[in-house]
Each structure stands twice: as structure tokens, then as C-alpha cells.
């Protein structure tokens, strides 16, 4: 058992770096001692994460719910629970084809030779996983990195030490720890783990961060997979259906209390319709949620310095002279002690509002007039590459124009952030909101060295006709 140092939030506890470094050996040398796991090994650990998350799924509700205050089962449900068992699902019917060597094209000069790539097990994937969803992103790297063959290692947020506790035994009884190493502990264990010379690194969380850790990976050369955040716009045309609209940018806003890195940031509408829109999703909001307060339904915001940080966008953009609803009639103090904020609708936004340039990151949901496709690819482009970006409209030839004169992570058309389940696209940002990707195929191949490897002929014909030819290459030439 490692030593361990106090760190906060939480005075979460950790590994000293000795400890992470004698972990990362044991992990590094079970690896080669046994670098090709078969696909009976692989499906028996994917088998084995499956059975043990089956086992504690009410722990896992339950302590996640502890660290955020209050955090709604539905919404661990959908947001972690039902991810990772539909990950591990789709990892277990189509690995076996991803592990499969893949000839590629071979230009005449070069035949009978012949090419192929053979995806390879790196060795040892660090896994830095940030709070807002502790279960679904740590297991969503960890599934793509065991499939792949790897061992892995996981460093969990200071900011979910229960939940993080919890995760440390469940896979302390499900695997090895040369298989699947659990840290928690603060910013000092996570800065010791994204020091470790691993074979890939997948890191998320916040762009900050992320500049922090890509550094640390750099030192050692560790490729590394950053899944960041950043302000998603919603653009809403004129051809949209408004009903719907509002149902399901309210559906994603207010999953787990807007604290979603693919959450829909802002909205860029035409005016003429905002007032209608804001009473829409007003009303939609109260639907949904009669009461916020003491409403198990509905997420607390996970910690008081997050709670301030959002009452300080609010306050900033109403200095300067933002309009704000709020939606429903519970008392403020109430909502306050339970650190539940209801959806905020928040027009007359304008550029130099902190709301408007920072991650909101919660319920609050400002508006931006935009009237026409290119007003709203503009403002789009003003702004960092963001991790996700939603169009909501019927007319193909916008939707089309949308997605190809704008840049982001990834999209979802006439919804927000269910790209995310899907599992045959890959997942990741671009510029500030991440690089590299991962799910399904694509996290496979994130954590396989996919090599190519060329044949060289040895006997037959037409070798022997292109052995005249090579002589011409061999010194002395003549
Ligand atoms: P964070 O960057 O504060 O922390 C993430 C992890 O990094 C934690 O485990 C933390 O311990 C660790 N960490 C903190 N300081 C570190 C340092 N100096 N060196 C190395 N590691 C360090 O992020 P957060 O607040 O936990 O999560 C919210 C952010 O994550 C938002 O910006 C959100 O958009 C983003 N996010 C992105 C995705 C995605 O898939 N792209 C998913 C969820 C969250």
C-alpha cells in the first residue's frame, strides 16, 4: 500500500511519486513480460469492469451524489453509468475486428513485397480524469485502453474524493495493479502521475490544465490525447422547429446542472425571435423541473468556489446591463445552501461580458442576436475552435454551409451533445478545446501503436525479375 500525502480539496489522500513511480515500473514490466494480450484476455478484463461497476451501481450513485451535494441518479445514469456499459458493449463486439492486421496497398516497384498494419499494444496509458462525470470518463479511456491490449493507470479529481474512494477499491477488487492502478489525491499526485513516462497520456479536463499537462508529457516524449473544454454555440436558423429546439437544448443544459463539457454554452439566434425562444425555454425549464430546490431530479453545482464563480458571470453581465429570468419561484436561500442554480436565461449579452468569454460550465444560458448564417458563422470564428457545436434548422444547404466554414470538436444536428454516445464516431476537440480523440474505433487506435510493417519477397518469379532491377541500386553503381 502506498504511502500517502494530503492534498486538497477534500484532503483527498494519494500516492507519493515514489509510489506512482514504483506502480508505473510493476505496470511497465508486467506489460513486457506479456505484450500481446489475446482477445481471451482483453474480453475477460472488459468482462470483469463490466461485472464489477453491475455490482456497485448503487455505491457509485450514491457516493458521486455525496460529492456534489446532490447529484440526481437519472443523471449518473445517462451521463456515466449507461456510457460506460454501452462503451464496454460496443468494445466487446468489435475489438476483435480493430485487432485485426490490416494489409495495405503495394505500388508495383515494390511487389511482391507487400504491405500491412499491425495495431500494437503501446504498454502503459495515464488516465488524468476530471470530476464532472468520474465514472463515465474514467472508465471511457480505461475501456479503450484495456481493449487496445494496455495496461493503464488512473489519476481521479480531488474535487469527487468519495466517489474517487470508491472507484480505487472497486478496481483494486476487479483487477491487478499492474492491470488497472487507481490514484486519487490532489493537484501534488497529479502533477507526480503527468510527470510518469507513459505510453500515451489521455488527459481531461480544463484547457489550463491541459497547456499544464501537455508540457509535462512533452519532457518525455509521451504522445498525448487532450480532451479540454471551451464555449459551444448552439446556432438556431430560421427554419428551425422551435418546440423542439427548446426541449432539447434544455435536456442538455440542465443535465447535471449544465457541468458538461459539451453542454450548449450560448445561443446565436435571430432577434426577432429571442423573446419567444427565452419564454419557450423558460417554460420548458419549469416543466422539467417544477421546483429546483430539493428537487432529486435536478444536480447541485459540485463545490462553493464553482457556486461563486457563476454568480459572478451573473453579476458581471448584469452590470453591464445583461437582462437575466431565472427560471421557477424557489427561495434563494434555499437554492443557495443546496448550491442549486436554476436555468438562467441571460439577453442583451454583449462581447465584453465574462459570460460571453469564459466556459460557463452551469445552468446559465445567454442569447446572442444573429441574424443571418454568416452573422453566425462569424461570431463562431471570433472565438476559440470549441469542443462542440449544434445547428438546429431544416434547410440541408445552411446545415452543410454550418459544418464546413466553422470548426469544432464535433457536432450534433437539430439536438446538442448526443454525438458523444454515438460509438462508431470518434470523440475529441481541436485547437484550445483538445486534440487527438478517442471512443469505439478511434479510442482503439488512440491507444495502439498502429504500425506498418513492409514485406520484403524473398523467392518466386517476379522476384527474381525485380532482383535485376534492385542490382542497379547496390554499389558499385554503374
Ligand atoms: P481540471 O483541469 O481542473 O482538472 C482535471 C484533472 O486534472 C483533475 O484530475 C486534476 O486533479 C488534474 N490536475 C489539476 N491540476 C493539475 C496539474 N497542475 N497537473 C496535472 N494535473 C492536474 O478540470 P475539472 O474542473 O476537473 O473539469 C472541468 C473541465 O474539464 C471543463 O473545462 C470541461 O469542459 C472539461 N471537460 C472536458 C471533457 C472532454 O471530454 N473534452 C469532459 C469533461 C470535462
Known sequence: NPKTTKSKPGEAKGPTAKALQAAFKAQRDAFDAAPYPSWEVRKARLETLRDVLRKYEDDIKQTISDDFGHRSKVDTDLGDIIMAYNDIHNALKMTPKWMKRRKRATSLSYKPGWNEIIPQPMGVIGIVVPWNYPLGLATGPIIGAIGAGNRCMVKMSEYTPKFSALFKSMMEEAFEPDVVYVATGGVDVATAFTNLPFDHMLFTGSTNVGKIVAKAAAENLVPCTLELGGKSPVLIDDSAKLDLTVARIAQSKLLNAGQTCIAPDYVLMPKARIDAFSDAMINQAEAMYPKFAGNDDYTSVIADSHYARLQTLLEDAENKGAKIRVAGNDDKQQLAKERRIPLTVVTETTPDMKI???????????????????????????????????????????????????HAGGVTINDCAWHFGQEDIGFGGIGPSGMGAYHGEAGFETFSHMKGVFHQSTGGLFHTLKQKMMADMMPPYT
Open 356 to 406: 460571453m468569454q469564459e466556459e460557463i460550465f452551469g445552468p446559465l444560458l445567454p442569447i446572442v442576436p444573429s441574424e443571418t448564417l454568416e452573422d453566425q458563422c462569424t461570431a463562431v470564428k471570433s472565438k476559440d475552435r470549441p469542443l462542440a457545436l449544434y445547428w438546429f434548422g431544416e434547410d440541408d444547404a445552411k446545415r452543410d454551409r454550418v459544418l464546413y466554414e466553422t
